[in-house]
T-cell receptor
Framework: GEDVEQSLFLSVREGDSSVINCTYT??????LYWYKQEPGAGLQLLTY?????DMKQDQRLTVLLNKKDKHLSLRIADTQTGDSAIYFC??????????FGSGTRLQVQP | SQTIHQWPATLVQPVGSPLSLECTVE??????LYWYRQAAGRGLQLLFY??????ISSEVPQNLSASRPQDRQFILSSKKLLLSDSGFYLC??????????FGQGTRLTVV
């Protein structure tokens, strides 16, 4: 079956860059996603990338995809305290439900 | 625009009591609907998904059930809650291609 793995915790200082990594196993994945969950709230889509792309940039966010190694990363430039949250990597293929990683808790220290 | 409503936001229920969580979607038709559970400090676990009225797929054996009585209504139920049913329950929808949209979640505490 499909599997998505992430490290559980990342701590950075305000103003530094954050890099959150994710690996997945399903080679048929069509879309790969990054969601953000703030405390006590639902998930908010940050960005997604098609599997035929290797990079996508959106303001402070940069997504890198290495399809050969099935590795996805999210880089947040100039990390702010408001970026503190849990970040979920997810993968999907067509009408199958998304498979989520366990989430990476990002702590931004002032 | 599309919106998803999920209620209640928080719920405290005794062991053995019934459960009914409701989720409704507005602004779209024939969505795929999902119930996820997020246990404390854990990732998201898919519980049920539905591709149409009356069509429910269960991902994990458990004490819970789901129903879809209308196109944009998805209900999560239990006849008798267990302590292990405590968690954060999220409803979501998509149209099968790109992003999924999530409700704000229900924090269930079984005491």
């Amino acid at each position: 079956g499909e599997d998505v793995e992430q490290s559980l915790f990342l701590s950075v200082r305000e103003g530094d860059s954050s890099v959150i990594n994710c690996t997945y196993t399903d080679s048929s994945s069509t879309y790969l996603y990054w969601y953000k969950q703030e405390p006590g709230a639902g998930l908010q889509l940050l960005t997604y990338i098609f599997s035929n792309m290797d990079m996508k940039q959106d303001q402070r966010l940069t997504v890198l995809l290495n399809k050969k190694d099935k590795h996805l990363s999210l880089r947040i430039a100039d990390t702010q305290t408001g970026d503190s949250a849990i970040y979920f990597c997810a993968e999907g293929a067509g009408r199958r439900a998304l498979t989520f990683g366990s989430g990476t808790r990002l702590q931004v220290q002032p | 625009s599309q919106t998803i409503h999920q209620w209640p936001a928080t719920l405290v229920q005794p062991v053995g009591s019934p459960l009914s969580l409701e989720c409704t979607v507005e602004g779209t038709s024939n969505p795929n609907l999902y119930w996820y559970r997020q246990a404390a400090g854990r990732g998201l676990q898919l519980l049920f998904y539905s591709v149409g009225i009356g069509q429910i797929s269960s991902e994990v054996p458990q004490n819970l059930s789901a129903s879809r009585p209308q196109d944009r209504q998805f209900i999560l139920s239990s006849k008798k809650l267990l302590l292990s049913d405590s968690g954060f329950y999220l409803c979501a929808w998509d149209r099968g291609r790109t992003e999924a949209f999530f409700g704000q979640g229900t924090r269930l505490t079984v005491v």
